[in-house]
Every structure is written in C-alpha cells, then in structure tokens.
C-alpha cells in the first residue's frame, strides 16, 4: 500500500503547494499535508483539485513515513517541495528554517 | 544602439494589454490552463520547479545601461533580488507572481524590452559575438544583420508555427565567438576577392537529444539577398520540417535525413522564386539599421599607456585579472572588458540586482554606457578606455566581479538543472560549484589554460555540454543523479560534438572525475599545448584509460 499527497502549484504565485489536512485548503507545507493510502480517495480529492481553476498541474506524489513525519521518495519532488538546493535562502526551505 | 520604432513600441504595449486582460481572464475562471498555457510562453513565462519563470529577450546581447537599471528594478520589485542569465544571451526571473507579470511587460516596455518570442515553436532571439562592433578581428559588425533579422521574424505570421523552436546566429569574425555552427541557421561573415561583404549559411546545427553541426548550405550570399536565402531555408523547413514527431521536427533532422545537396537544391529553387527586387528594399532597411551601429565617437587613445604599464607592474593581481578579461578592442587606447559571472562556488550566469546596477553604473562611466550578454553566461563592457582599466577593476573587485577566469576551467557554462528547471533530470550548479573548488587556485587555473567545461541538466542540452570541451550531462538512475561526460566537443569555428567516455559518475565522484581528465591533459601535454589540442593528437583512449583502467 502506497501513501499518497496531492501537490500542486498555486495559479497566482507559482509556489508548490499540497493540500492540506482539512482537505480543503491548501498549505505551502509537507507536514501539513493531507495523505492517504485509499486508492480510491486519492483518485477523488486529485479529481477535485484538477477541477479547481486557481490549482495548476495537481497530482498525488508517493511519500513515506519517517522520523519527522512524511517524506517525499522522489528527490526532484523533495527539491520542489523545499527550493533550490544552491539557494537555501530560499523558497519553502527558508521559511522553514525562519519558523524554526 | 539600435533603437524602437513606433511600429515595434506599438506592438510591444497592444502585446501587454493584451497579456494583463488573458491574465484577469485565467484568473476569473474564464480561461483554463490549457487555454491559457500557450499564451503566456508566448509572453516568456514558464511554470518550473518552484514557481514561474521569465525569460528576458536580450537581442543580440546588447543592453544599455538604463536597461540594466531596469532589469536590476524588476529583481527586486517582483523577484528575489537576482537574475540568471542563459547561455541564449536572455537574463531568467526565477520567481514572479503572475498577477505581477503585466506589470514586469509593462516596466519592460517602457526601456524598449520584452518577453516576446522567448518560447514556443517560433524564431527565437537572435544570438551574436558578445565582441561584436569592437572585436579587433571583425570582418563586419554583426548586430545590423541580427537586427534585419529580428525586425523580419518578430510576429512574422508566416514562421509563427514552425514545426519546432528555431535559432539563428550570426558571425561577423571568422573566430566564431557564437557558437553559430550549433544553430538552425549559422551565418559566417566573409569578404570575397572584390571587397564585398557577403554571408556564408550553415544550416542543421544543433544540440539537444540528437546532436549535430551545421553544414554549409550556400558558401555566399550578398547582402541583399541574405534575407530572401534565409526566408527561403525558413519554407523549406517549415513545409518539410517532421510535425509529426517532437524529437524528429528541428531542421537538423530534416538536414539528417534528407541530405544537405537535396536539401539545398530545394532551398535554392525557393530562393530563385524570391523577387529580386525586394533585395533593394531590404538593402536599403540594412542601411538604415547599420547607421544605428555607426561606431561612437573615439577619443584620441594610445595602445599600453605608460599608466597602465605601471599599474599592471604594480599589481600582480590586476595585471592576471587583465590577462585572462581584457581582449584587445579594434580602436587605439580601448579595450573590451569582460566581467566575470563564475566565482569560485557561485552560480554561473547569477548576478544580484547590486551587481547588476554596479555594472549599469560603470558601463555609464566607463563604457559608454552599453553592456552585453555573452552565451558563456558573463557580462562585457565593450567601449573601456585601456586608461581606466585600473580603477575599473578596482569597483569590480570590491563587488564580487572581478573574478580572473575568462575562457579558464572553472568559467563553466551552466543551465538552471533540477534546482530550478521543471524538465531536468539531474542538477547542473552543484556539479559547477564543486568543479570551481577543486580548481580555485589560480596558478593551476593558469597552469591548465583554456578548457571550457559545460554543465547541462538533461539532454535538452541548453548548458551546451556537447560543445564543452568536457561536457558533462546531469542524468537519473532509478533515482539518483548521475554524470556522463564528454570529451572533445569545441564551440568554435571548429566546432566539434563531444564523444561520451563511458559509464557515467554519481555526484560524488564527477568533480573527481573531471579531475583525472585533467591531470591527464597535463600528464600528456606538450609546450603550449590547451587540452582540445591535446585531445585532438592523443584522442579518447588515455583519459578513458584514467578514467575507467586498462581496456
Ligand atoms: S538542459 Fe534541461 S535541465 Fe538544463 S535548463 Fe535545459 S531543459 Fe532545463
């Protein structure tokens, strides 16, 4: 059984974003993310999302579950979801690390 | 410096107008991303990895300094205070928000720029010798060309919808600074036994999944028949050229697989059916561009003052900083500085909005206030007076900018890669950053001499990596990044596609890697030998050798 988010880009700021845990709103977050293991929910809220027009490019990406939580498997992903790794200063990374 | 015309400042604002109304109607709902996808590549803006990207028309290379200033503004307002910029002469915003978009056309506008042509199945900018103008070596400046052309294909509706992107590259010096023979169409200034100035045309150069030099297709064309040869390739290609494959629809394939005599026979038979007599008004349009590039007004100069003799005497560094960045300039007393975007573990091709404002201030001072974009990913003053060198670098250095490494190994050429760019398959600036540490000393840098390293991060090849003389290609392996490389490749007039070593190195090991080529290019050197030519006597076999072991 794979877990499974929906990550997408925001229509008005580029920015990769997944949905969230109340599956309805969107975070710029990984650990705020909403993941399942239903096949069958997954195909769902990924249809709703490709339905919404301020939500471009939405798909569900495989994560795993690891010490801090969920994971993305595929580095390309791991990097979307963080920023450039030759500029920690920013994108999602570096507010990450403000908030810590 | 060339300058708008009503018609192109007409356009460029209806273009914006139109843009900021598709943009409030994909906002509302009213356009659904794929209807809306198409019009803003035409406008330049991507999706990539992390937000959207625009990518900057830079004709030709050639910014003024107002337009710097503007570019610096941009960053800052709308992004994050830096800009990349490509190995096609354009400068990238990594980071703006679309609603911002209208408004980056707008200020873009108002210094006679913009995003247009930047993407697509279209005419691309058309790409030139950074030196253009001031080369000591020039037959003709190239730009007046590059200009005809660009004013020819800009929303020419008949090569709106070519089978694929195309690119085109002028050189008016025989030591091809363009990298023109790894374009669709090349163009290669000559002078023929009379004195006349005419164009040799390459077609079917290019990099990418398959890669190919171009071939000569006619050997002279006057000038008033360039533009009538090269609308001819353009219906050819464009009625020929494979629709129905993606990876098959570039004109080098069509060059491939129909052959260059056929092709050219084709070419010219559409050629003869071009009125001759449009040839004199397009004669006449060149006229009138090329006046807009008359050389400036020189002062009265002497080559090697006595100044700059005794600066470059009293210090070591200035006088290596001259060495490898300053290129002899065709007028007396000047010089053409180039600047630096490689430091030691930066991001090839980044400058941040006060860098690029110190370089707009000093092009004003120094360099009559022009500034160009080369496709190694630097910046060039091309108007320096020899006498201002000094303090010049002196403001270089304390910004950042005085980095001494042009055309030396760790100048490397790098695309974007996995760290920005939604297509990559591996990251290309780490690999660059830990390449220019294993070789930041200067001495050895000087010791290996010329070798241009490319970095790409997929096989679309936009860091050139064919053309490196190493070439390196960012790949995926069940999900871990990996290096081939390529050894061989040259950019210039005798441009050659690297041959792939072998196995490839995990990211780890490349920087290492690249290392052995090296000290076997030294290993095997003889006196004054750089190591394409070293590679070219001793071939592949020693480095493979060192690389991989015995057989
Ligand atoms: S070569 Fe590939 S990774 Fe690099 S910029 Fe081009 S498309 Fe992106």
């Known amino acids: 059984m794979t877990t499974k988010v929906i990550m997408a880009n925001d229509l008005l700021s580029g920015d990769v974003i997944f949905l969230s845990r109340d599956s309805r709103s969107w975070t710029k977050f990984l650990d705020q993310a909403w993941a399942s293991d239903s096949e069958q929910l997954v195909e769902q809220m990924l249809a709703a999302a490709q339905d919404s027009h301020m939500i471009i490019g939405a798909e569900a990406i495989e994560v795993e579950h690891d010490h801090t939580g969920l994971a993305l498997t595929v580095f390309r992903e791991h990097l979307r979801s963080r920023g450039p790794s030759v500029r920690t200063d920013l994108g999602k990374q570096a507010e990450l690390k403000q908030a810590a | ?551």
């Open chain 2, 1 to 551: 410096m060339y300058r708008y015309d009503e018609f192109d400042a007409e356009f460029v604002k209806q273009r914006v107008d139109q843009f900021r109304d598709q943009v409030q109607r994909r906002v509302a709902g009213e356009l659904t991303e794929d209807e809306f996808k198409p019009l803003r590549l035409m406008n330049g803006l991507y999706l990539q990895l992390h937000a959207y990207m625009l990518r900057v028309a830079i004709p030709y290379g050639t910014l003024s300094a107002t337009q710097m200033y503007k570019l610096a503004d941009i960053a800052d307002k709308y992004d994050k205070g830096y800009g990349h910029f490509t190995t096609r002469q354009n400068i990238q915003f990594n980071w703006p928000k679309l609603n911002d978009v209208p408004d980056i056309l707008e200020e873009l506008a108002s210094v006679e720029m913009h995003a247009i042509q930047t993407s697509g199945n279209c005419i691309r900018n058309v790409t030139t010798d950074q030196w253009a103008g001031v080369a000591a070596d020039e037959i003709e400046d190239p730009r007046p060309v590059c200009e005809l052309i660009r004013q020819w294909s800009t929303l020419n509706p008949e090569f709106a919808y070519l089978p694929r992107k195309f690119k085109i590259a002028v050189t008016g010096s025989s030591n091809d600074r363009a990298a023109v023979k790894a374009h669709d169409i090349g163009i290669i200034t000559h002078k023929n036994e009379n004195g006349d100035i005419g164009y040799e045309i390459l077609i079917g150069g290019g990099l990418g999944r398959t890669p190919f030099i171009g071939k000569t297709v006619k050997k002279f064309v006057g000038k008033d028949r360039l533009l009538a040869y090269i609308e001819a390739v353009m219906r050819v290609y464009n009625l020929q050229g494979r629709r129905d494959n993606k990876y098959k629809a570039r004109i080098k394939i069509l060059t491939h697989e129909t052959g260059i005599e056929k092709l050219s026979e084709m070419i010219e038979r559409e050629f003869e059916r071009i009125d001759k007599a449009q040839g004199e008004l397009e004669l006449a349009e060149l006229n009138r561009i090329e006046s807009y590039f008359e050389p400036p007004q020189y002062s009265s100069e002497q080559d090697d003052s006595t100044a700059l003799q005794q600066s470059l005497e009293a210090n070591e560094q200035f006088n290596y900083w001259y060495n490898t960045n300053v290129a002899k300039h065709q007028q007396p007393g000047y010089a053409i500085v180039n600047i630096s975007l490689k430091p030691i573990e930066g991001i090839p091709g980044d400058a941040t909005s006060a860098q690029m404002r110190l370089v707009a201030q000093l092009a004003e001072q120094f360099s009559l206030s022009e500034i160009r974009v080369t496709h190694e990913q630097n910046l060039v003053l091309p108007y320096v007076k020899q006498a201002d060198l000094f303090t010049l670098w002196q403001q270089l250095e304390q910004h950042d900018l005085g980095n001494s490494n042009l055309g030396l190994i760790t100048d490397i050429i790098a695309c974007p890669g996995l760290d920005y760019c939604a297509l990559a398959t591996a990251r290309s600036i780490p690999i660059a950053q830990k390449i220019s540490k294993v070789f930041a000393d200067r001495r050895k840098q000087q010791d290996i001499g010329k070798l241009q390293i490319n970095i790409s991060g997929c096989i679309n090849a936009c860091g050139h990596h064919h053309v490196g003389n190493i070439g390196i290609l960012g790949l995926d392996k069940k999900g871990e990044e990996y290096y081939q490389i390529t050894l061989g490749g040259n950019a210039d007039e005798n441009a050659a596609i690297g041959k792939i070593t072998g196995p490839g190195f995990s990211k780890d090991e490349i920087a290492g890697a690249v290392e052995t080529v090296v000290n076997t290019y030294i290993e095997n050197r003889q006196t004054d030998e750089n190591f394409i030519q070293t590679h070219s006597r001793i071939g592949d076999v020693p480095f493979k050798e060192a690389l991989y072991g015995p057989n």
